[in-house]
């Protein structure tokens, strides 16, 4: 397991439709744990492989002790509802931060590591996470969702209420 270097705006991969995964393998695996170490170590909670510089339908999901490390591979949203409108930031845009609207409620299906298709419901702001980094995959970048961006002290006094 190792820290790989985040590809940062504007390099051309945060913006392309990657690839889905094929092969479950130890290559896989491999990515995997490198993209948790990765999303840990620059105090993320998510991360998607072309953040990492691999075009491939690969992210990770952090957010809480309840829900644990969620492995997506070649996710699809299958059903959104509601409404919530939140501040995000991205590893791939460091010291930016934004408002962002998107659905309260999502329903996805995906691949874990090795290969069992799995469907996950989510709320609140684990599906604004996993919204943001299925996002990702498809070269779709927060910046292109935000209302109103936000410096770091505003981001500072929306985290103390």
Same mark, same amino acid.
């Given at each position: 397991?190792?820290?790989?270097?985040?590809?940062?705006? #504007?390099?051309?991969?945060?913006?392309? @439709? %990657?690839? $889905?995964?094929?092969?479950?393998?130890?290559?896989?695996?491999?990515? *995997?744990?490198?993209?948790?170490?990765?999303? +840990? /170590?620059?105090? =993320?909670?998510?991360?998607?492989?072309? $953040?990492?510089g691999i075009d491939s339908q690969i992210a990770i999901v952090d957010v809480d002790d309840e829900h644990g490390t969620i492995e997506m591979i070649?996710?699809?949203?299958?059903?959104?509802?509601?409404? $919530?409108?939140? #501040?995000?930031? %991205?590893?791939?845009?460091? =010291?930016?931060?934004?408002?962002?609207?998107? #659905?309260?409620?999502?329903?996805? /299906?995906?691949? @874990?590591? !090795?290969?069992?298709?799995?469907?996950?419901?989510?709320? @609140?702001? *684990?599906?604004?996470?996993? $919204? &943001?980094?299925?996002? &990702?995959?498809? =070269? +779709?970048?927060?910046?292109?969702?935000?209302?109103?961006?936000?410096?770091?002290?505003?981001?500072? =006094?929306?985290? !103390?209420?």
């Open positions: 397991m190792s820290i790989r270097k985040i590809v940062t705006y #504007p390099a051309e991969i945060l913006e392309q @439709d %990657c690839k $889905q995964v094929e092969v479950f393998d130890k290559k896989l695996v491999k990515i *995997l744990n490198d993209m948790y170490d990765t999303m +840990i /170590e620059f105090d =993320g909670v998510g991360i998607a492989a072309p $953040q990492i070649n996710p699809r949203i299958i059903e959104t509802s509601g409404e $919530q409108t939140g #501040p995000e930031g %991205c590893l791939s845009f460091p =010291g930016v931060y934004g408002e962002v609207t998107r #659905p309260f409620y999502v329903k996805i /299906e995906a691949f @874990d590591r !090795k290969g069992r298709k799995y469907t996950l419901e989510a709320e @609140d702001f *684990l599906a604004r996470a996993i $919204q &943001h980094e299925i996002d &990702h995959l498809s =070269g +779709i970048l927060f910046t292109t969702k935000v209302t109103k961006y936000l410096t770091e002290e505003e981001l500072e =006094g929306l985290e !103390k209420e």
